[in-house]
């Protein structure tokens, strides 16, 4: 079967290598270096799996500019651009979906059906049905995690799709064969569903997130020892001792934006905990910003504006807001980041000298520490207790 990918991020690239072991898979992307990458089997992002599969798998999988050979003869095309959220607007910047959408209807091929994968509004689906009068269309959310989304599309936790139809079975049954999980759990809902289920989740992990940085606040402030208490409250069954380590908020590609989308949602409907877990982030960025500041440092470290190891990707990450408030604090920031090559982000000098970032940080900056850190430990500030997430 031809299967096209519109998007080739974390989500687009890990199921173009999945579906492409058992599938011919084109991946469609506007960037001609990652698209060069692909052909040439050398993943643009940072993920072990997809490097992996590069590497030893023998894929049916092309990259390319061009749309109409992506999805020429394609039976489904999956739609996994970004969404961005937009502030101003308050609700996701759903244009580069809707893009995707007017390139298939252009084609004209009424056996297309289209699976959104991008992060969606609670409604989205049935509102771009009625504007361009399609019925060829379902969402299917994702849950992966940055830098293990193969191995999440191998050993997945659910597979939802948001239609209960013949083609939304076979799409189903296309991620199920290409897995590695046996007995997966596959959900069949209406779209709408499924679109809140995507929000929720990542609303709960968020809630999950700021709840131990809360914890953690109010140990640091009395004086107390974090680490007991998350142990004491985590051994308790019901609440388990997973995705609790404090950190310095929640970042990247979906949280903050699915946390301030389902807010958004709740527009005409009562609610306090939605908001609450927005404005907790917040809170916490700010609280980690006046600790540091406390001791006056000239030269404030910052270790690796990736928030989590095994990820090369740093968008939203909570550092980036942490150095805006150092900033207004008139503090010199020097960045220490071997991804990013340039001299400069965001008005603080980066640096790629890792003995030299140390020599010259006052205080150093670290959301998840590393053996790299081990030897000036003294100047290490972090929230991280137990060495993980």
């Known amino acids: 079967m031809k299967i096209a990918v519109a998007g080739t991020g974390y989500v687009g690239l890990s199921l173009a290598t999945l579906l492409s072991q058992n599938n011919e898979v084109w991946a469609l992307d506007i960037i001609p270096e990652k698209v060069e990458k692909i052909n040439k089997r050398i993943s643009p992002i940072q993920d072990e799996y997809i490097e992996k599969f590069f590497k030893e798998k023998s894929l049916n999988l092309k990259a390319t500019l061009d749309y109409k050979e992506a999805f020429k003869d394609a039976k489904y095309v999956i739609i996994s651009t970004p969404t961005n959220y937009d502030e101003e607007k308050n609700f996701f910047d759903t244009s580069s979906v809707e893009d995707i959408i007017e390139k298939v209807k252009s084609i004209n091929d009424k056996n297309i059906t289209m699976v959104v994968k991008s992060t969606i509004p609670v409604g989205y689906i049935e509102k771009v049905k009625e504007k361009y009068q399609i019925d060829n269309i379902f969402f299917s959310p994702e849950f992966l995690r940055e830098g293990k989304a193969l191995y999440d599309n191998l050993y997945p936790s659910r597979i939802i799709v948001g239609e209960k139809s013949q083609r939304a079975k076979t799409f189903a049954n296309l991620l199920v064969e290409s897995a590695e999980k046996e007995n997966i759990d596959v959900l069949y809902m209406n ?21 131990f940085n809360e914890l953690d606040t109010y140990a640091e402030k009395k004086g107390l020892d974090a680490s007991e208490i998350i142990q004491g409250v985590c051994l308790d069954p019901r609440i388990g001792t997973h995705y609790n380590n404090p950190s310095f908020g929640y970042g990247g590609y979906c949280l903050p934006k699915d946390t301030k989308q389902l807010l958004a949602n709740y527009k005409d409907v009562p609610q306090n905990l939605i908001e609450a877990i927005v404005k907790s982030n917040a809170t916490r960025k700010q609280f980690i910003a006046d600790d540091v500041l406390k001791s006056n440092p000239k030269v404030i470290g910052i270790y690796r504006l990736t928030m989590k190891s095994g990820s090369d990707n740093f968008r939203s990450s909570a550092i980036q807001d942490i150095i805006n408030i150092l900033k207004e604090h ?55 207790i137990f060495n993980k997430d």
């Open 191 to 211: 779209n709408t569903e499924a679109e809140a289920v995507k929000l929720f989740a990542n609303t709960y992990l968020a809630l999950r997130v700021a709840y």
């Open 330 to 384: 008139k503090k010199e920031i020097l960045i220490y980041e071997p991804t990013l090559n340039k001299e400069e982000f965001n008005g603080c000098k980066v640096t790629n000298d890792l003995d030299s970032f140390k020599e010259n940080s006052d205080i150093i900056m670290a959301n998840r520490v590393t053996e790299e850190l081990k030897d000036v430990k003294q100047k290490v500030y972090t929230r991280d």
